[in-house]
């Protein structure tokens, strides 16, 4: 039996019923997936609030364990350190903290997001890795010249941080607030960029095998291993950076090269793990209340927000 072309059957209806439907919901997850711009405005201050609050927290738990690792590091040959004074210069570092943490996160979020989305699905960690590096490398400029003073007065060589500041620039020119810039960079990008990337991944591994989102203290436990394993593989990389950040105008290290070859030849090569217990606690411990103190902030501002 013939049919004409205009005669309509059930299951034509239903086919193009299903493809409408299909068009549709693609063309309003076409719309979804183009952010607001507002969005991104809105990630960057979620962050920077959750990331200023998550650092301050952290620094002033844990400023003591630091204060014992900076010294351990300083100190050269068979030397004793110090066990007064491990809160000297908290306050000070404190007022660093706070705009380098908030610098951090809120740069670091909007940028995975953008990540994210441009990368494919498998490149997830790549994305993750990129946007660490590029949060770091954005708050560095903060970060640096707070590390510098705080670990001169861990070290005793200052008593403040005003003072810090008056006499490094004094003495060695406003560079000296940025010493030791290369070593930080060369140890805190690939720290921030592995850190958040094992506890990205982890996390959506761990969210995928519970079926749910996860609690505070699973966050915690998470960022803990993600902050041991980055914390141990990256310590010869801190022990440089405080060598060169500590040695003022003495200029005992021409560069990280230099750095390098002179505590293995005067130290041995074992010097450039000094500090590694102190540091895998601290970092362990402060990744796991920084990323727990990160996650709960985010939904407590994101509560706040009105919602479109």
């Avoid at 404190?94 to 909007?110: R, T």
């Amino acid at each position: 039996m013939a049919i004409n072309s205009k005669t309509e059957l059930p299951e034509d209806r239903l086919n193009f019923e299903a493809l409408k439907s299909h068009h549709k919901s693609k063309a309003i997850a076409s719309i979804s997936k183009q952010q607001n711009p507002f969005d991104l405005l809105r990630i960057l201050y979620e962050g920077a609030v959750s990331g200023a609050a998550a650092g301050v927290v952290v620094e002033a738990a844990l400023y003591p364990i630091d204060t014992i690792k900076t010294r351990l590091q300083a100190v050269r040959g068979g030397g004793q350190i110090i066990l007064k004074g491990l809160y000297s210069g908290l306050a000070g570092n404190l007022v660093g903290v706070l705009p380098a943490s908030a610098i951090f996160i809120g740069v670091y979020e909007p940028a995975k997001r953008k990540l994210l989305d441009s990368f494919p699905e498998n490149l997830s960690a790549l994305a993750h890795l990129t946007a660490g590096a590029i949060g770091g490398a954005a708050s560095s400029i903060v970060r640096v010249p707070t590390e510098v003073v705080k670990q001169r007065i861990q070290t005793g060589q200052f008593s403040s941080a005003p003072d810090a500041v008056r006499l490094i620039v004094a003495k060695e020119g406003f560079r000296g607030l940025y010493a030791g810039y290369g070593s930080f960079l060369l140890r805190d990008l690939p720290f921030d960029a592995i850190q958040f990337c094992l506890y990205e991944q982890l996390r959506m591994g761990y969210k995928l095998a519970a079926k749910r989102d996860l609690k505070d203290s699973e966050n915690a436990m998470i960022g803990a291993f993600a902050g041991a394993i980055t914390g141990a593989i990256t310590t010869p990389l801190d022990v440089i950076k405080t060598r060169l950040m500590v040695q003022g105008s003495a200029k005992q290290y021409e560069g990280i090269l230099h750095c390098v070859k002179t505590i293995a030849r005067e130290e041995g090569a074992s010097t450039l793990f000094k500090g590694i217990g102190p540091r895998v606690l601290w970092i362990g411990i402060g990744g796991s209340i920084f990323f727990g103190v990160l996650e709960r902030t985010k939904k407590l501002v994101a509560a706040k927000q009105p919602i479109d």
